[in-house]
């Protein structure tokens, strides 16, 4: 290969790996000037019964800077929820449970998991049960497609894959792959 391939080739994975920073919101931090709020006594205490359980510590207060536009008028507002921990790569929001009801009772607190998941993208949020002192682990499906669909995505991979090996296999016989 020539230094110019390679150079084709660095900048495609560059382009690539700044595409995901950009796309998860992650990429720039947003510099703020206010005190970050420290966690109550009762979030302590979750935090070390996660800590204990192999849970490393992420994040003190996830804030997300979402910026409205109605009519022209820009209003800028921080979205910030609970704590996030990491285990083996995988980060997880966590919230205190709010009274003795079940998170799929209520349409408020139904609508704000959903928010603080599509905001934070957490792989699951852990409602933290204080009078039980144990957790709940909430996850998010959008429903599946037809089933139909999953197959005849199946089978065009299939034939694209042969394609493939059939072109390679020519240009091999061709003498042009040596």
Not at 3 to 19: A, C, E, N, S, V
Not at 163 to 178: A, N, P
Request: glycine share 6%; charged share 30%.
């Amino acid at each position: 290969m020539r230094w110019q391939d390679y150079l084709i080739l660095f900048m495609l994975i560059g382009g690539y790996f700044l595409y995901q920073k950009l796309k998860t919101g992650k990429f720039v931090k947003k510099q703020t000037s206010r005190r970050i709020p420290k966690l109550s006594k009762k979030e302590e205490t979750a935090l070390q019964s996660l800590q204990d359980k192999g849970y490393q510590l992420q994040d003190k207060r996830p804030e997300i800077l979402l910026k409205i536009n109605l009519d022209g008028k820009e209003k800028t507002v921080d979205h910030r929820s609970g704590f996030t921990v990491k285990k083996d790569g995988k980060s997880y929001l966590v919230k205190m449970k709010k009274e003795n009801t079940s998170p799929l009772s209520s349409k408020s607190l139904r609508q704000e998991l959903l928010l603080d998941h599509l905001l934070f993208q957490p792989a699951k949020i852990m409602l933290y049960n204080q009078e039980k002192k144990s957790f709940q682990e909430l996850d998010f499906s959008v429903g599946e497609g037809h089933p139909f669909e999953k197959i005849w995505l199946k089978v065009a991979l299939i034939v694209l894959i042969i394609i493939g090996v059939v072109f390679l296999v020519g240009l091999f016989f061709e003498g042009v792959l040596l």
